[in-house]
């Protein structure tokens, strides 16, 4: 009877004035009421994260970027300005992006829905703040009318807001897609259109060793692209390839985009980089355990060994790398296949013949130029592998080197004083006023944006002392062992 009291007495409460009632006291009329109030608190916030988005964009004015012609003045072939954000300055979604914790492409498709709901769709915008229509069918017409003048917006707004939250997601789509191509066919061509320019392919982790490659193409195009995948595929099935349909069809993809035999395109060449920790190559007990251990000719001929017994080999117009780590991932030297070789049969220049435990190989040494040496290069790439910049996932191959403590003001040129990042995240490093780098000796990098906020990111092999589970010790281990 209290209990059954307390949960009416709770759900009685105002929704912005309670977190909710024990989940176990409720029944099922009472979880369902709770997820409904959850979904009107959802889109309550949504509304109160668009607009602080949009005060945010009015606190960072373009006044401060470099004007079209100079240097660091970004290229309008390359990346164009919002026209919602006319007056913004370029680098407001990187300090977005930085302030959600979430990638740049993210803090931009946010930024455009809360200028749309304030600018385009104010009805929609109120029934959001309310909690009358929830965030993803807001989200839905934000959409869709994104590209449209504000009056015709607004037209289909005032049509399909009223019956919106008793549409699904898909219906609630074609009704204001149908609706916006009576009312103005040529605002559908123009939706087309700039669907077209935002294009582009991505890659995503999938899990298990594989990725995920898709692409934005025009409807038709897509069509005729997986036809053309799905033909050959079914053609070498036919001929006796056991493999299940979809797998064919996945090699195929691959092989078509990576030997292209008409194109006049060569081949794809392949990096590949081999990393071993120091403390698996150490020649007794111990090795490898302090911070910064020196890598020794054994060490080297151990690991010389193993690369014989694997049969690696450097590919075809590609390169092998091998990373040395310490037990903690922080990288201590990068080798070629040459450069292995040679320093494990040379050893030590002054023991020679000798076991000894003076270092043969490490980090490549400073320049007193601007410009790194190819060794430091090798270096950067291996230990950052993408842009450093957090929550950018751009890789090496297409990042600058930049010195953190800029070459101009003291800063060496030395691997613990460069890190990757992409040409996107280098510019506003150089050109945007109060963003703030610092890096550690490891290779962990530290970024505060103008707004204060501070974000950390390490080296994908780099591991935190501390942050894993302690060592499996048998005598813990408890009955039945």
């Given at each position: 009877?209290?209990?059954?009291?307390?949960?009416?007495?709770?759900?009685?409460?105002?929704?912005?004035?309670?977190?909710?009632?024990?989940?176990?006291?409720?029944?099922a009329g009472q979880v369902a009421s709770e997820l409904a109030r959850l979904q009107r608190n959802?889109?309550?916030?949504?509304?109160?994260?668009?607009?602080?988005?949009?005060?945010?964009?009015?606190?960072?004015?373009?006044?401060?970027?470099?004007?079209?012609?100079?240097?660091?003045?970004?290229?309008?072939?390359?990346?164009?300005?919002?026209?919602?954000?006319?007056?913004?300055?370029?680098?407001?979604?990187?300090?977005?992006?930085?302030?959600?914790?979430?990638?740049?492409?993210?803090?931009?498709?946010?930024?455009?829905?809360?200028?749309?709901?304030?600018?385009?769709?104010?009805?929609?915008?109120?029934?959001?703040?309310?909690?009358?229509?929830?965030?993803?069918?807001?989200?839905?017409?934000?959409?869709?009318?994104?590209?449209?003048?504000?009056?015709?917006a607004t037209e289909v707004e005032t049509a399909l807001l009223p019956e919106a939250p008793d549409?699904?997601?898909?219906?609630?789509?074609?009704?204001?897609?149908?609706?916006?191509?009576?009312?103005?066919?040529?605002?559908?061509?123009?939706?087309?259109?700039?669907?077209?320019?935002?294009?582009?392919?991505?890659?995503?982790?999938?899990?298990?060793?594989?990725?995920?490659?898709?692409?934005?193409?025009?409807?038709?195009?897509?069509?005729?692209?997986?036809?053309?995948?799905?033909?050959?595929?079914?053609?070498?099935?036919?001929?006796?390839?056991?493999?299940?349909?979809?797998?064919?069809?996945?090699?195929?993809?691959?092989?078509?985009?990576?030997?292209?035999?008409?194109?006049?395109?060569?081949?794809?060449?392949?990096?590949?980089?081999?990393?071993?920790?120091?403390?698996?190559?150490?020649?007794?007990?111990?090795?490898?355990?302090?911070?910064?251990?020196?890598?020794?000719?054994?060490?080297?001929?151990?690991?010389?060994?193993?690369?014989?017994?694997?049969?690696?080999?450097?590919?075809?117009?590609?390169?092998?790398?091998?990373?040395?780590?310490?037990?903690?991932?922080?990288?201590?030297?990068?080798?070629?296949?040459?450069e292995l070789a040679r320093l494990a049969e040379q050893g030590c220049r002054r023991h020679p013949?000798?076991?000894?435990?003076?270092?043969?190989?490490?980090?490549?040494?400073?320049?007193?130029?601007?410009?790194?040496?190819?060794?430091?290069?090798?270096?950067?790439?291996?230990?950052?592998?993408?842009?450093?910049?957090?929550?950018?996932?751009?890789?090496?191959?297409?990042?600058?080197?930049?010195?953190?403590?800029?070459?101009?003001?003291?800063?060496?040129?030395?691997?613990?004083?460069?890190?990757?990042?992409?040409?996107?995240?280098?510019?506003?490093?150089?050109?945007?006023?109060?963003?703030?780098?610092?890096?550690?000796?490891?290779?962990?990098?530290?970024?505060?944006?103008?707004?204060?906020?501070?974000?950390?990111?390490?080296?994908?092999?780099?591991?935190?002392?501390?942050?894993?589970?302690?060592?499996?010790?048998?005598?813990?281990?408890?009955?039945?062992?």
């Amino acid at each position: 009877m209290v209990e059954s009291l307390l949960v009416d007495w709770v759900y009685r409460l105002p929704d912005e004035d309670v977190a909710g009632p024990p989940v176990e006291l409720l029944d099922a009329g009472q979880v369902a009421s709770e997820l409904a109030r959850l979904q009107r608190n959802r889109a309550r916030e949504t509304a109160r994260e668009a607009d602080l988005i949009l005060r945010l964009a009015e606190l960072r004015p373009d006044v401060d970027d470099p004007p079209p012609g100079t240097p660091g003045a970004r290229s309008r072939t390359w990346r164009t300005t919002d026209p919602e954000f006319a007056g913004v300055s370029e680098f407001f979604p990187d300090e977005l992006a930085h302030a959600i914790n979430l990638g740049r492409g993210t803090a931009v498709f946010r930024a455009r829905r809360a200028c749309t709901w304030r600018e385009k769709l104010p009805a929609t915008f109120v029934a959001l703040r309310r909690g009358e229509l929830d965030d993803r069918r807001a989200g839905v017409l934000a959409d869709v009318l994104q590209h449209t003048t504000a009056g015709l917006a607004t037209e289909v707004e005032t049509a399909l807001l009223p019956e919106a939250p008793d549409l699904s997601l898909a219906a609630l789509r074609r009704r204001a897609l149908a609706l916006l191509a009576a009312l103005d066919g040529a605002a559908m061509e123009e939706r087309q259109e700039e669907a077209r320019k935002a294009a582009d392919v991505r890659v995503a982790d999938a899990g298990d060793g594989m990725a995920t490659l898709t692409g934005d193409l025009p409807a038709d195009d897509a069509a005729a692209c997986f036809a053309v995948i799905d033909s050959l595929a079914r053609m070498a099935k036919a001929d006796g390839d056991e493999r299940p349909i979809g797998a064919i069809r996945a090699a195929i993809h691959s092989m078509l985009i990576l030997r292209p035999a008409d194109s006049g395109c060569g081949g794809v060449h392949v990096h590949l980089a081999v990393t071993t920790t120091l403390d698996g190559l150490a020649n007794g007990e111990g090795g490898g355990e302090v911070e910064g251990a020196p890598i020794t000719a054994g060490q080297l001929r151990a690991l010389l060994a193993r690369v014989g017994a694997l049969g690696l080999s450097t590919p075809d117009g590609g390169t092998l790398t091998f990373a040395v780590t310490d037990e903690d991932g922080r990288l201590l030297a990068t080798l070629s296949a040459g450069e292995l070789a040679r320093l494990a049969e040379q050893g030590c220049r002054r023991h020679p013949g000798a076991e000894c435990g003076c270092p043969v190989a490490g980090m490549p040494p400073a320049t007193g130029s601007y410009r790194p040496t190819d060794r430091q290069h090798r270096f950067v790439d291996t230990r950052d592998r993408r842009c450093r910049m957090p929550n950018c996932g751009q890789r090496a191959g297409w990042a600058d080197h930049d010195h953190v403590v800029p070459h101009a003001q003291g800063g060496r040129t030395t691997c613990t004083n460069l890190c990757c990042l992409c040409r996107s995240h280098h510019r506003l490093k150089t050109f945007a006023g109060g963003w703030g780098f610092r890096m550690d000796p490891d290779g962990t990098l530290h970024v505060t944006s103008p707004s204060g906020v501070t974000r950390t990111t390490r080296p994908p092999g780099l591991r935190l002392r501390g942050a894993g589970p302690p060592p499996f010790a048998p005598a813990d281990d408890p009955p039945p062992f």
